[in-house]
């Protein structure tokens, strides 16, 4: 097989954390706060469709919603970005 010449992925998007080739997430937000209050739902339901003026955009829903935000299936979940922070600081 012949050697490639390839490119390496380090700051492509991708990190090399402790010999491992790890994904680096955004650190910034989607879109500037100005967008989120111009798109915003008022589904009253669970914003699990693309029924969903956020989840049709691609975006979370945010508090300019008026969604029943305890019902919302397209909101950030804080228990799942804790581990995940906790999942990078410990380095898996």
């Given at each position: 097989m012949p ?15 402790n ?11 989607v879109?500037p ?60």
């Open positions: 050697n490639m010449n390839v490119p390496s992925p380090n700051g492509q998007g991708w990190s090399l954390k010999g491992k080739i790890m994904i680096d997430w955004m650190s910034q937000a879109a706060k100005e967008l989120h209050a111009l798109i915003s739902c008022s589904c009253g339901l669970a914003c699990d469709s693309k029924r969903c003026s956020c989840k049709k955009n691609g975006i979370l829903c945010n508090t300019a919603c008026k969604c029943g935000h305890e019902r919302c299936q397209n909101k950030l979940d804080d228990t799942n970005t804790d581990e995940e922070d906790e999942e990078s600081e410990n380095g898996d």
